[in-house]
Each structure stands twice: as C-alpha cells, then as structure tokens.
C-alpha cells in the first residue's frame, strides 16, 4: 500500500503560517548549494514500467525477492524514486541498485536523460569517481587515463589526483562525494512528528468564551428575574 509519506508531509508544513515557512525557506536556502541538483534530478525522477515490466510484476515468472516487486509496483503508480525510497524503507543506493537491475533486464525503460543511469551507476558502486566524471562527459577517457597514472605515482585519493590537474574542480568532487555518502543512509520520514498547529486548541478556546458569554448573559437574565420577584415580594408585604 502506498502511503505518500513525502506528500503528507509537505501537506502538513503548507499549512504552517507564512512565517513559519519563510524562516524553513531562508535556512534550506543556505544548507542547499544552487548550483548541484544531482541528488534532486536522480530523486524525482518517475522510472517507467515497461511491458515486459508489467508482466513480470502481474504473473511474478522469475520469482524475484519481495523487494523487486515492489519496487515495480510503485513504478506502475507513477511514484518517483524519492517516493519508492520513503514508502518502502530502502537507501538510494538500495533503490539506484535495484533500478538499475530492472533497466537491465528491460522491466523499466532507459531514462531520455543518460545523467539518470550515470548517478544510479554512481550510487550503486558500478562507476567509480572518475568513471562518473567521465560517464558525465565532464572529463575524457584520456583525462581519465592521465589522472590513474598521476595518482599512481603519488599518496593521495584519486579525487585530489583529478583536482590537482585541473580536471575537476573541489565542489565537483564535493558534491557528488556527498550525495554518495547520503545515499547509503536510510531516510524514515513520518509525518506525524511534524508539530501541529493547534487548531483545535484555537478553536476550544473561541468554545470556551462563547459559553462564559452565554453563561454571563444567562446570568445577567437570572439577576433580573430575581430582582423582579423581590420586589413583587417587597410590594406584596407593604400592601399587608
């Protein structure tokens, strides 16, 4: 069952005041670089069923383990790789692995933009950081060549071997350093840790002074009446 924990929980923060929101807008804005919408592009992205995709995920012929078939079923639901990776519990690098498998054994069509299959292949280990550059066409297989030869003459990661021939530049690296190492955490979003306005609370309250205004006006009405019946009972005495 789909539970769209993603949407609930947006649903949820829409409805904080503007103020609120403004001040979560103004720090996301600081935390998220600009300039690096990797992790965004691969999130979003809705994988495609194919026929043979459907086929195998109605009559289930090759038997796969539970989380194949899931993750087909959220495909055939127009469910993003953000939404299958919150409703199913999985890393993305659980899902890009996964994801990749399907494209490979036809159950999901290839991806228009090649940027998708190359952060998948990043995330799950099938490229490596200079294979990615070059898969990307930021870098040559040459460049590429180069940067093996000069890391192995020296100590250091090959990320730096890249930046210190001017291949790359640091936030490159960064950036998709990053995103790698987040995708190895599981994310469990549950919308019911959002704080709630209190609505009802709000709502009780308006409840609340109606009632001690009826109640006062009840009173005010009690008042009168027994003031009415002393003096008739007043005037019933001065007559005797």
Known sequence: MQRNFLTQFLEKVSKFPSWVKEIIYVRLSQEIDKDSDLGYVFATYKPVLTYKGKCELDYKEA???????????????DSSI???????YMSME????????CVDEGYLQI??????LN???????????GEYFVQGGIIT????DRAIEANQKGNKKFGQSLIDLGLIT?????????????AKKRFILDHNEIPKIK????????ELKKQIEDLQEENKQLKKKLNQLLLMVKKNDDEY
């Open 94 to 101: 659980e899902i890009a692995n996964y994801f990749l498998f």
């Open 141 to 144: 297989q040459d460049d590429l």
């Open 82 to 88: 953000s939404e299958i990776a919150l409703n199913t």
């Open 119 to 129: 952060i998948a292949g990043f995330l799950a280990g099938k490229f490596r950081t």
């Open 199 to 206: 609505q009802e609370y709000a709502k009780s309250v308006d």
């Open 170 to 182: 640091k936030k490159q690296l960064d950036i998709i350093l990053s995103i790698k190492e987040e």
């Open 111 to 116: 991806p228009d933009d090649s940027q998708i």
């Open 63 to 77: 038997h796969f383990d539970a989380n194949i078939y899931n993750i087909l079923d959220y495909c055939d639901k």
